[in-house]
């Protein structure tokens, strides 16, 4: 199964000013998650930031914050405690106008934005904040895809750890030039000139 950019939504979890010197090979999983952002903003697709305990560990990095349509401040580790699941997939829109005012055959459907239940997630620490949320879309019934080499530990070691029980669990490990190459398909999208110069 490849990716589809159309059912696709990205989570960038935890990219913080001060943990990211921290991280083993902080500024090359900062550049992947810089890259897929900057992709999934050219393909019109939602990207999503969160923030653990901004107060104490900073903002996301600055360029990285800006290419997030929203960023969630957050206390627990897994961001899908503090309401993320509800970005991911918006309440339905309630009918509009008065219910008794036409019978309901006459009443027209609401138009519903289609569901993107593909989650294209990365970030630090792996074995902790990103590994938490993940699990937790998992068990929502997200379809979870993990960009390995856009997530960061402190230690490879648990940074790795986390990616034996993430496959365990059922998401899928990929990088972040199989998931860039997946969401376009060819190199007639009208994309890929600016994908290949980010990969590049």
Not at 70 to 85: I, N, P
Not at 129 to 148: G, N, P, R, S
């Amino acid at each position: 199964m490849l990716l589809d950019a159309d059912e696709s939504q990205l989570v960038l979890v935890d990219y913080q000013e001060r943990l990211m010197p921290a991280i083993h090979e902080g500024a090359a999983v900062l550049a992947n998650a810089l890259r897929l952002a900057r992709v999934a903003q050219l393909l019109d697709m939602p990207v999503w930031g969160t923030e653990q305990n901004p107060s104490r560990l900073g903002p996301n990095d600055a360029a990285l914050r800006a290419l997030c349509h929203k960023t969630l401040a957050k206390m627990h580790f897994s961001a899908a405690e503090e309401g993320l699941g509800e970005w991911l997939r918006p309440p339905a829109k309630p009918q509009g106008g008065n219910a008794r005012s036409l019978p309901k055959h006459l009443q027209k459907p609401q138009a519903q934005a289609p569901e993107r239940q593909t989650i294209v997630i990365a970030g630090c620490e792996t074995h902790v904040c990103l590994l938490q949320t993940a699990l937790q879309l998992v068990e929502d019934e997200f379809d979870v895809w993990v960009v390995t080499d856009a997530c960061g530990s402190r230690t490879e070691r648990n940074r790795d750890a986390a990616f034996d029980r993430l496959a365990g669990a059922g998401a899928e490990l990929v990088t972040t030039e199989m998931v860039l190459f997946e969401w376009l398909r060819s190199c007639e999208h009208p994309a890929f000139k600016d994908m290949l110069g980010l990969v590049k």
